[in-house]
Structure formats: structure tokens, C-alpha cells
């Protein structure tokens, strides 16, 4: 553990550098894939729950009772294949389709007798088609504004580049969730949506702390000659890079729980609609943060014409310094890197620190 956080420190110093800039292509690439995938598993459809599409919800009370046997005996009660969750307390949660064609005082009557059960202890509650589309409508309607807020609220707060590379961001995490729900078959349900939204806001905190470093970095960056645009963001998310693992991994291991402990092993179905879309979406917020939103936002920045500007000087103080033998003063190859190469930046002991207290900013660890 001391290594790991020594690391961070010399992280921090520039000590020692991961290029994740000046390798965006290989991440643009791993992303494209597992979007491709994610694509995919949402084009053969969701399993969308009850209070979606409607149906009836029934809720057994009777110690001993298991899921397996809950599922043959509302099999044999209606047509349309029922999802039987076992929940807390001793009951078990028969969801039965708005397409049943038996009424529901007939289904919890017959589940009543053939579970051997009181009748009082079979609780109903029937959820028509069309609450469930208000549902669908007040959902959709809550991800678009927390997508205007998001991009709104980046775009005064930092600057529209950084507003667009975090909506990407957001949409690259919402996609991966959203297609690995489809492809494990998880029914969607209004936990899910919180879900949704939980994760979304958690990567955009991540990435908000990952561009205030960038943006302290990079100020007054025009004004010298030794470093580009692209290496002081990687600068900046090589210094919160150990911070952004331990928050995720301190996020992660409590809705594993859920998911593996309380979902898989205790049976517990009703965790796994909201445990899912938060494992899968803080994983993904964290790398999205570090290999999506900062070489997206590099990348962006990089075509402004004082950029462009800055690039050229750099290289070309570089080419001197080499020809003076003063390699040792780079911060990267002689030659600059190009579009598809690392910002020259990895391993470069001090470097980057070095250039930030030789312009006279603060460094204030986050």
C-alpha cells in the first residue's frame, strides 16, 4: 500500500508519467468496440419491467417457499412466462405480463390454493400500460436535462471544449450500461434509471476534478515554450490518477456486494437492477474520465491556432536544445509527437513539475 500511494506522490511531481494524451487512439479504439458491443446488445431490445410496460405484481408471504418453487407454480397458473425475484422478509415477487388474459383476482386465487397459503397473504397490485409510459416519459425527460444542466454548467464553469468532451463522456458510460443491461437480459426498472442517473453523476465528478488540474495547469501555457497543450493535460491526469483509482475502487467494492453477495449468492433479484447499473457505469465513468473526456478535450484544444502556435515553439526550442546538446531541458523526443504518437511524456522524471514551478504557479494537491 505505501508503494502504491508513493506512487501517486511521484505522480504528482511528475516523477514518473503515463502517457494516456498522446495514446487517445488506442483508447478511441477499445471505446469503439465495447460501444459497437454495448450497440448490439440494445438492438436486440431490453427487458423492460413491469412498471414500463404494465402487467401485475404479485407478492406471496410464506417461510420456506423458494424461488424455483414459486416459478412452477405460477407457470402452471398463466400462459405468458412470469419473473419470479425472491425479496426480503420470506416473499416471494410473481410479475405476470399485461398480456395475461386471466383476470388478477383469478391469478391470486389460484396461487393462493396451489402454494397452500392464505388468501390475504397474496398481495396484488395491477400496473396499467399507461402509467408506464408516464414513467418512460418523466425518465427520458430527467436524462435530458441533466445532459443540458451538465453541459451548461461546463461550459460557464470551464469552457464549451471541455463541455463537449465531458457529454461525450456521459454518453459513452450511458451507452456501455445501457448495452450491457441488454445483453445479460437484467429487467429495467425504475431503480435502473436512478442507476443511470447515479453513475452519470459520478462521472461527471470525476472528470470535473480531472479538468480543474488540467485547467491550472495550463494556464499561462502560451506564454512558454516547454510544453504543449497535450502534455499539460496529461500532466494533470497523471496527478489525479491515483485519487480517481482509489475513489473508484472505494466505490466499486460496496455495490459489488450488492451485486455478487446480496443479487447472486442471497438471491436477493430485486439488488440487481440498480447494483448493475452502478458497477458497470462507475467503471466505466473512471475510465472514461481518464482515456475519453481529457485526450477528447486535448485533442479539441489542440486545433485553436494559438495551440498550433505553441506546438511549433515548443518543438522548435526543443530542436535547439538538442542541437545543443541540452536534451536533458526536453520534455519530449526531439521530433514532437504526432497525432498518432505519446505526448513524450512518459518517464520523464520531473519534467512537467519541473516546468510548472520554473513559470511561478502554485501546485495545490487534489
Known amino acids: 500500500m505505501s508503494r502504491f500511494s508513493n506512487l501517486g ?14 495514446r487517445r487512439k488506442l483508447w478511441y479504439s477499445i471505446s469503439g468496440v465495447i460501444v459497437l458491443i454495448a450497440a448490439i446488445g440494445l438492438a436486440m431490445g431490453l427487458h423492460l419491467g413491469i412498471e414500463f410496460k404494465g402487467g401485475s405484481v404479485y407478492t406471496v408471504t410464506k417461510p420456506g417457499l423458494s424461488v424455483s418453487q414459486a416459478q412452477d407454480t405460477a407457470d402452471g397458473i398463466v400462459s405468458s412466462h412470469p419473473l419470479v425475484q425472491s425479496t426480503d422478509s420470506n416473499k416471494i415477487r410473481i410479475q405476470v405480463s399485461s398480456d395475461e388474459t386471466k383476470s388478477s383476482d383469478e391469478i391470486r386465487s389460484q396461487l393462493s390454493q396451489k402454494l397452500g397459503v392464505p388468501l390475504d397473504t397474496v398481495e396484488a397490485q395491477v400496473i396499467g400500460p399507461s402509467w408506464g409510459k ?126 455478487f453477495i446480496g443479487g447472486g449468492l442471497l438471491g436477493a433479484g430485486t439488488l440487481n437492477d440498480i447494483s448493475l447499473a452502478l458497477f458497470i457505469g462507475l467503471a ?33 526550442h526543443r530542436a535547439a536544445a538538442a542541437a545543443k546538446g541540452e536534451g536533458a531541458d526536453a520534455t519530449a523526443t526531439d521530433e514532437g509527437p504526432e497525432d498518432d504518437e505519446p505526448a513524450g511524456m512518459v518517464g520523464q522524471r520531473g519534467r512537467s513539475a519541473g516546468a510548472t514551478r520554473a513559470k511561478g504557479r502554485p501546485s495545490t494537491k487534489r
Request: glycine fraction near 6%.
Open 9 to 22: 506522490h511521484r505522480l504528482y511531481q511528475g516523477e514518473v508519467s503515463f502517457d494516456f494524451v498522446g
Open 134 to 259: 408516464q414513467i418512460s416519459n418523466k425518465a427520458l425527460t430527467g436524462l435530458v436535462v441533466f445532459m443540458v444542466l451538465v453541459t451548461v454548467y461546463l461550459a460557464i464553469a470551464f469552457e464549451w471544449r471541455m463541455a463537449v468532451a465531458a457529454l461525450v463522456a456521459l454518453i459513452h458510460d450511458l451507452l456501455i450500461t445501457i448495452g450491457v443491461y441488454a445483453l445479460v437480459g437484467f429487467e429495467v426498472t425504475p431503480g435502473t434509471v436512478i442507476g443511470f442517473l447515479t453513475i452519470l453523476g459520478y462521472s461527471l465528478y470525476d472528470t470535473v476534478v480531472v479538468f480543474d488540474t488540467v485547467k491550472e495547469n495550463a494556464k499561462g501555457i502560451t506564454k512558454q515554450n516547454k510544453l504543449t497543450y497535450s502534455e499539460a493535460a496529461n500532466a494533470g491526469l497523471n496527478q489525479t490518477l491515483v485519487r480517481s483509482l482509489n475513489t473508484t475502487v472505494v466505490a466499486l467494492l460496496p455495490v459489488a456486494a450488492l451485486l
Open 284 to 316: 466505466a465513468g473512471a475510465y472514461s474520465s481518464i482515456c475519453v473526456a481529457t485526450p477528447l478535450l486535448a485533442q479539441l484544444k489542440e486545433e485553436q491556432p494559438e495551440m498550433k502556435a505553441l506546438r511549433k515553439r515548443v518543438l522548435q
